[in-house]
């Protein structure tokens, strides 16, 4: 009988330890804006290489690192989506529904609240006020969109910190699914500095021929990027009125990043892009 106790004890603290390792590589690598090979992590932890590997392996098979070309490792997607996952992005769709509605009766479209999915290559919907309309554009609560193809997919991974934008453009399939969708890289890149440039994603029939969306950023009060808020509809009704939405969209953002604390610079634009 105490043997057994021994051995389960043995176990428990076992356990321990390798949990308490996890966190240390966890926060050891976020430190690192360029990654870290195996044997820093062994120096920097004072472990041996063949206690970490395993590890690191795990940690890379469920998405929380990435091992780059040369074999260092990053943050991955998932440990990124965990980072936004504060309090004030809990409360996020309590906080923004007085703006959704206000965004939805000024422009009449479906208005929805999008963040990063736990894939990274994703858009969820955590809320949405939806259209009067008879004709519009409808999704629901939960629902997921491709990062590339939709403008709240976009207006999220364009003011992301460089290095986690980085590593989910790595990721992305980038399928097509209509003739504006962009499915190159160099191409999202340049769209992505351009949402940058305007602090706005238009998308006209780059996920489904008819529907097009306006979508802007919401940042927290450090500047970082943990939302989109956007306007989707039917094309022929939006396309005339682009300019008018994408105005009507980034105050509702505006206002929303500013009930999370966030200031933003003179010109209007959120001062995203942290990192």
Not at 17 to 33: F, P
Not at 70 to 97: D, I, V
Not at 138 to 158: E, F, N, Y
Not at 218 to 231: F, L, N, T
Request: positive net charge.
């Amino acid at each position: 009988m105490t043997l057994r106790i021994q051995e389960r004890r043995a176990r428990a603290e076992g356990g321990h330890r390798a949990a308490n390792r996890v966190v240390d590589i966890l926060e050891l690598v976020a430190a690192s804006r360029e990654g870290l090979a195996l044997r820093e992590v062994s120096a920097h932890l004072e472990a041996p290489k063949s206690s970490l590997l395993p590890l690191l392996r795990a940690l890379a098979a469920r998405g929380y690192l990435e091992q780059t070309r040369a074999g260092e490792y990053r943050l991955g997607a998932k440990a990124l989506e965990l980072g936004t996952g504060s309090a004030a992005q809990r409360e996020l769709p309590e906080l923004a529904r007085p703006a959704l509605h206000e965004l939805m009766r000024r422009t009449g479209e479906t208005v929805f609240l999008g963040t990063l999915a736990g894939d990274g290559r994703s858009v969820v919907y955590v809320d949405k006020v939806e259209s009067e309309q008879i004709i519009r554009y409808a999704a629901g609560v939960g629902d997921r969109r491709p990062l590339h193809a939709t403008s709240s997919g976009k207006a999220i991974l364009a003011f992301l910190a460089a290095d986690a934008s980085e590593t989910i453009l790595r990721s992305l399939p980038l399928d097509r699914h209509t003739e504006r969708t962009v499915t190159s890289l160099p191409a999202l890149r340049a769209a992505l500095e351009e949402i940058r440039r305007a602090g706005v994603c238009v998308s006209v029939d780059e996920l489904v021929r008819g529907a097009s969306g306006v979508a802007a950023p919401i940042v927290d009060r450090h500047g970082r990027v943990v939302a989109a808020c956007s306007i989707g509809g039917p094309t022929d009704r939006m396309r005339p009125q682009l300019r008018q939405l994408a105005v009507e969209v980034k105050a509702a953002a505006r206002a929303i990043s500013a009930l999370l604390g966030h200031r933003a610079h003179d010109n209007g634009k959120p001062n995203g892009r942290v990192g």
